[in-house]
T-cell receptor, first 114, second 111 residues
Framework: DGGITQSPKYLFRKEGQNVTLSCEQN?????MYWYRQDPGQGLRLIYY???????QKGDIAEGYSVSREKKESFPLTVTSAQKNPTAFYLC?????????????FGQGTRLTVV | GENVEQHPSTLSVQEGDSAVIKCTYS??????FPWYKQELGKRPQLIID?????GEKKDQRIAVTLNKTAKHFSLHITETQPEDSAVYFC??????????FGAGTTVTVRA
């Protein structure tokens, strides 16, 4: 079954701790994205990656880090430097331009800082 | 980077009426404009998209228009039904595949 999978669905973190959100896709997509969704603010781009071993900052990258060591995986680390990390995080992937460019989303991870 | 603005933030329509959502973008290099629908508790899903070489695209009750000169694009839903109630997001993608979204429009269809 092809798709994009995020885990875990719910995550609790203590203040001052780093936490890593997983995103895996088996769609053979080159591009992957991380978004943060807060009520009334839509989907804000954190990081994106066009190809393996390369990624770019989005609009709200501060306090986050990513890696793209494999085409299938694009984990997001929420560091202790992120001032307000409680949010819903969505991962997405898409094909390169010139092909079907539809972005598919994972089911999301809801992160709560306690 | 790209900046996408979306209006209105909320929209309430009577069942059977039309709904229109408008977006603007800032990067003239953007060439792909998808629209996503997100139902409560679910992931966003693509409902229609348009590329910069096309001015209008229609799929049953949904249509999208694009004005490249003005950097505007719009979503039109005709004959709205209760199941159209959701949050709708516009987005713009540039050749570097930076995919940026608007803030969303919460559409409520009144029976």
């Amino acid at each position: 079954d092809g798709g994009i999978t995020q885990s875990p669905k719910y995550l609790f973190r203590k203040e001052g701790q780093n936490v890593t959100l997983s995103c895996e896709q088996n769609l053979n997509h080159d591009a992957m994205y991380w978004y943060r969704q807060d009520p009334g603010q839509g989907l804000r781009l954190i990081y994106y990656s066009q190809i393996v071993n390369d990624f770019q900052k989005g609009d709200i990258a501060e306090g986050y880090s990513v890696s793209r060591e494999k085409k299938e995986s694009f984990p997001l680390t929420v560091t202790s430097a992120q001032k307000n990390p409680t949010a819903f995080y969505l991962c997405a992937s898409s094909s390169p331009p010139g092909q079907e460019t539809e972005a598919f989303f994972g089911q999301g991870t809801r992160l709560t800082v306690v | 980077g790209e900046n996408v603005e979306q209006h209105p933030s909320t929209l309430s329509v009577q069942e059977g009426d039309s709904a229109v959502i408008k977006c603007t973008y800032s990067d003239s290099a953007s060439n792909y404009f998808p629209w996503y629908k997100q139902e409560l508790g679910k992931r966003p899903q693509l409902i229609i998209d348009i590329r910069s070489n096309v001015g209008e695209k229609k799929d049953q009750r949904i249509a999208v228009t694009l004005n490249k000169t003005a950097k505007h694009f719009s979503l039109h839903i005709t004959e709205t039904q209760p199941e159209d109630s959701a949050v709708y997001f516009c987005a713009a993608s540039n050749p570097s595949q930076e995919l940026s979204f608007g803030a969303g429009t919460t559409v409520t269809v009144r029976a």
